[in-house]
C-alpha cells in the first residue's frame, strides 16, 4: 500500500506565500513523475505543476514565475513553493505521484487534499 500525505496548507492575505509538501510512503519501489493539482470551488480539477524523477518540470501557464516545483528523492517528497499569492488561487491543493510499487505494480496515487485560502 502506498500514500501520499500532503501539508502546509493553511490560510494567507493575499501577496502571501505558503509552501506546500507532500511525502509518499509504503511499499514504494521507485517515483517516477510527481505533481500538485488543485481544484477551486465550483471548478475542474486543473494541474498547477509536475516534475519527473529527473527534475524537469512543467508548469500551468498562468503560474509560471509565482510557482515553484521541487522533489527530494532521498525524501519521497514533492514540495510547490507559491509567492505572491492571489485570492484566485484559493483552492483544494492535491498531490499526485507515478509510482512503482515493490511488487511492480504501477499506481497512480493521490493525496487526500490541503486547502489553501487566500484572502483579500
Known amino acids: 500500500q502506498v500514500q501520499l500525505v500532503e501539508s502546509g496548507g493553511g490560510l494567507v492575505q493575499a501577496g502571501g506565500s505558503l509552501r506546500l509538501s507532500c511525502a509518499a510512503s509504503?511499499?514504494?519501489?521507485?517515483?517516477?513523475?510527481m505533481g500538485w493539482y488543485r481544484q477551486a470551488p465550483g471548478k475542474q480539477r486543473e494541474l498547477v505543476a509536475v516534475?519527473?524523477?529527473?527534475?524537469?518540470?512543467n508548469y500551468q501557464d498562468s503560474l509560471k514565475g509565482r510557482f515553484t516545483i521541487s522533489r527530494d528523492n532521498a525524501k519521497n517528497t514533492v514540495y510547490l513553493q507559491m509567492n505572491s499569492l492571489r485570492t484566485e488561487d484559493t483552492a483544494v491543493y492535491y498531490c499526485?505521484?507515478?509510482?512503482?510499487?515493490?511488487?511492480?505494480?504501477?499506481?497512480?496515487?493521490w493525496g487526500q487534499g490541503t486547502l489553501v485560502t487566500v484572502s483579500s
Open positions: 509504503g511499499s514504494i519501489g521507485s517515483i517516477n513523475a
Open positions: 499526485n505521484a507515478r509510482i512503482t510499487t515493490m511488487n511492480h505494480m504501477d499506481l497512480p496515487v
Open positions: 516534475i519527473t524523477s529527473g527534475g524537469s518540470t
